[in-house]
């Protein structure tokens, strides 16, 4: 697997990110790196980037439009409430107790944009334990009712490495 192959932004987020509002604020949580952020500040979104990794998000400290924030949202208090977005990112991370904290972070209008392992990737490495995979249907259980589902999928896919996800891209519709 090639250096490149992780630092680019993925074609799951690339394909749905026509749907957030042009400038609208972006919420990059578990942001590692900042691929994503990167990408999303590149276009002219201001971004506010997550991840526990003090060394990863401070690489991102001189990105012009991005706020990068180290935190640990996992035994934490969220560190977003009350702000909403135009769109929420979350890439190969899962944390079920912030799936509320992460759906009211979404304006009316914003967009959803999940991707992570599934149950069946301990066959192809890490994640394995099930804590960190997620069930079938599990995020099409999280939005329903509150979001309105433009696309999902429960796939095997090789790049950039053998892996089973689950993906969905939803939009919050306005009450």
Known sequence: MSHDSIDRPSPWVLRWAALITAGGRVLDVA???G???????ERGHGVDAVDRDAAAIASLAHTR?????CADIESGRWPYQPQTYAAVIVA????RPIFPDLLMALTDGGVLIYETFALGNERYGRPSNPH??????ELLDLVRGQL???AYEHIYSDDPK???LQRICAVKCPP
Request: hydrophobic share 45%.
């Open 31 to 33: 942001c590692g790196h």
């Open 65 to 69: 439009g991005v706020q990068p924030l």
């Open 92 to 95: 190969n991370y899962l944390h």
């Open 132 to 137: 960190f995979l997620l069930k079938p249907g």
């Open 162 to 164: 053998p892996a089973l």
């Open 35 to 41: 691929r994503h952020a990167r990408w999303f500040a």
């Open 148 to 150: 309105r589902v433009v």
